[in-house]
């Protein structure tokens, strides 16, 4: 299962590394409860087991080590409005996650990102863990869009490749209720204390979203023509 964040960021320059990696420290926490410990974490490196001789993070945030590790990369290859940083759990086959932000400032057009890829994992097919976790990545940044679901939907199946696919879930940062989509099988408010910041809209839920399932791809075809006659549905070069 793949997820994709985009969001803005609030200054007109990118963070130091180690605020980055503090962002990513808050996604592993979110990810311990779900299995994945927090010292198994892992930094890119030129090889697998060159990789796996650094934990990215620790208990009270990104190692050290880590830190100089991206730091290094900056001065070799990044320029000044974009880096990208990223880590894995040291895994390829089924229960391999990779999660990773590519920041962006200096221009008006300036979309950050933030993708997680997964294979394999259960928590994060099933609808009663994968909803608390995206939440979590709500609180960290202020969403534009959100997409969850396999990469063959929102590669090959959705209806509008210039807008936000529904696959299994989208949050926008809007109230939208079951009138204006009554083909969404649920719709989750997201609040920011008593006030609903966004909706996530869920178009499966009690069994694992498939681009292989005709009946799941046509319920998520149908709530993106619906948004978008309604106009809710932006398109990415307006996020």
Sequence with gaps: MNITLTFRLRQDSLPSESEQLE??????????PLGFPLEKWYPPADTPGRSKLNSAFE????????????????????????????VWNGSEDDGAVTFSTSLSAGTAASICSFRLRSKGVAALSATGTAVPFIIGLLKIWPAATVEVGPYRYFSMLQVFPNRPGAG????????????????ARDLIPVMEGKKQKGTLVVSVIDEVFSADNPEHVMIANAIEERLVDQDLLPRYAEL
Aim: glycine share 4%.
């Design 23 to 32: 962002d990513l420290w808050k996604v592993a926490t979110l990810l311990e």
């Design 59 to 86: 208990k009270s945030g990104p190692t050290p080590t880590t830190i100089a590790i991206f730091h290094s990369e900056k001065q070799e290859i990044e320029t000044p409005w974009v880096r990208v940083s990223g």
């Design 168 to 183: 299994w879930m989208l949050y926008l940062p809007r109230v939208i209720s079951t009138k204006e989509v009554p083909e």
